[in-house]
């Protein structure tokens, strides 16, 4: 028996390199054993220690061989699972890869379908840690801190760390565990030893305040028992301040559901009564809006395709009124929808440094959309984009049309395919006829390039900064044109 002793629990790169060794060397998985230091494990009575730059009997090594990606992924997330055999299942993997290459595809094989269910396991813990940390304030030597108390499910402090320092930059925070604990200081993230409970403060003064807010965001027509635990376990109950007042809600609930039935409808804004029978009026008749503000009016009113239900409102265009270019996008997205202005997200950010590269001053254009409302669909607390099918974007050309009626554009940039379509009436081929001007039947040109929410989506720092010089030639030309 060959056995070797890692560093640490999560000791990713000792594992790596033991497993590597044991492979090349020929040990068989029943041959051999990893476990770490100071753990309490028995040595067994035949057990030999690897010595470092072990290769084992030179007679049974074999060639050097490599294995996919996606194993050594599965590897660094399953070796953060607490089950004691972790080390092993893995090693059991590799041993197999040499002569099965596209043995992680197998998902029905019984120990790649254990490694997955086990990686599951410790990314749904990383997850938790993410939403059910509470920090809690104290005061040092150096001012105003935060301290956090956590027990995971499993091994993912070092893992989920990251996203604290990301999500709390400015303030210095630590975050203590049973495995480990993670430190922020404003400049370095570190890593220490375990700690215990009562290393971590139990109260603080905002406290009070955050259970009465989660007492009074509770709705009691909406619970749900056993998905509410689903997603956040009991297990995780001692370290919420809020989880307290979860009894008391539940066995209330019933009472508050009732009250909340019989209590009489509140009256309607007296504002919005006023303003939306008249846009209304002004869709189901079909009059053409005088200006840009009654048409604004009109969309926040559309009920032409069902994107309304989800949107919180309708997004118009913004610019000049009587710009000698027009940019079209395809429709608004989270950004947009919150603050009721096109362009002012991610794409936004991008199309403006854009412009900007390409002489054209954002204030002198008209930025508008194909479609006026958000389409979405929930994920969790995030609402991904979803692309407009063609219905909702035929419904929609009636608000844009309106809008190249009354601002006149000579010029008239498609950015991507949804807004080519609802110009164009067809659907066009992006990439092969991008920067060709094509005539509209109101005068003006129309030019065809990529949204900038596709330079988002392009992994590779080369092939992103190659589109971004495509989109900023195609800005050019359209300077140049309208000059």
Request: glycine residues 6%.
């Amino acid at each position: 028996m060959r056995v070797v002793t890692l560093q640490s629990e999560i000791d990713f790169d000792g594992w790596r390199k033991a497993a590597r060794d044991f492979r090349l060397a020929g040990v068989e998985p029943g041959s051999a054993r990893f476990r770490v230091a100071g753990a309490d494990q028995q040595t067994g009575l035949f057990d030999t220690p690897a010595h470092p730059g072990f290769r084992g009997d030179e007679r049974k090594k074999e060639e050097s061989f490599s294995v996919p990606k996606p194993f050594v992924d599965l590897a660094e997330g399953v070796i953060l699972h607490r089950s004691d055999d972790r080390f092993d299942l893995m090693y059991r993997l590799l041993w197999r890869l040499r002569d099965e290459p596209n043995l992680i595809k197998v998902t029905s094989d019984i120990d790649v379908a254990d490694a997955l269910e086990r990686a599951k396991n410790v990314s749904r813990a990383s997850h938790k840690m993410k939403a059910f940390v509470r920090f809690r304030e104290v005061e040092d030597d150096q001012g105003q801190a935060w301290v956090a108390w956590f027990e995971p499910a499993h091994r993912v402090v070092e893992r989920t760390a990251p996203f604290f320092m990301r999500r709390f930059t400015t303030m210095r925070w630590a975050i203590l565990t049973p495995d480990g604990s993670a430190a922020w200081d404003g400049h370095d993230l570190a890593f220490g030893p375990p700690a215990t409970r009562d290393m971590a403060p139990q109260d603080d003064e905002i406290e009070e305040f955050w259970k009465t807010y989660y007492a009074s965001t509770f709705n009691p027509a909406r619970l749900r028992t056993k998905a509410m635990q689903g997603e956040m376990a009991k297990r995780y109950w001692a370290n919420l301040p809020e989880a307290s007042l979860i009894p008391e809600l539940i066995a209330a609930s019933a009472v508050r559901t009732e009250t909340m039935v019989a209590a009489p409808a509140p009256a309607p804004n007296e504002r919005f009564a006023r303003v939306v029978p008249a846009a209304r009026t002004l869709v189901e008749d079909a009059a053409p809006p005088l200006d840009l503000a009654v048409l604004n009016k009109g969309v926040q009113a559309c009920r032409r395709c069902p994107l309304w239900r989800d949107a919180t409102q309708g997004v118009c265009g913004e610019g000049p009124r009587q710009a000698k270019l027009m940019i079209v996008g395809e429709q608004p997205g989270d950004h947009e929808d919150l603050s009721g202005q096109p362009f002012v997200g991610p794409a936004g950010q991008v199309l403006d440094a854009a412009l900007a590269e390409a002489g054209i001053d954002r204030s002198d254009v008209y930025v508008t959309n194909a479609v006026k409302h958000f389409k979405h669909e929930p994920r969790g607390k995030r609402r991904l984009h979803k692309t407009p099918d063609t219905p909702e974007i035929v419904a929609c050309r009636w608000w844009l049309d309106n809008e190249r009626r009354l601002v006149k554009p000579q010029v008239v940039v498609a950015l991507g395919a949804t807004a080519g379509l609802s110009l164009l009436h067809r659907r066009p081929a992006v990439t092969k006829e991008r920067g060709q001007p094509m005539p509209l039947d109101d005068g003006s040109t129309a030019i065809l390039t990529v949204h900038p929410s596709y330079l988002l989506r392009i992994p590779d720092e080369d092939g992103r900064a190659r589109e971004r010089a495509a989109l900023v030639r195609d800005l050019r030309a359209v300077r140049e044109r309208l000059a």
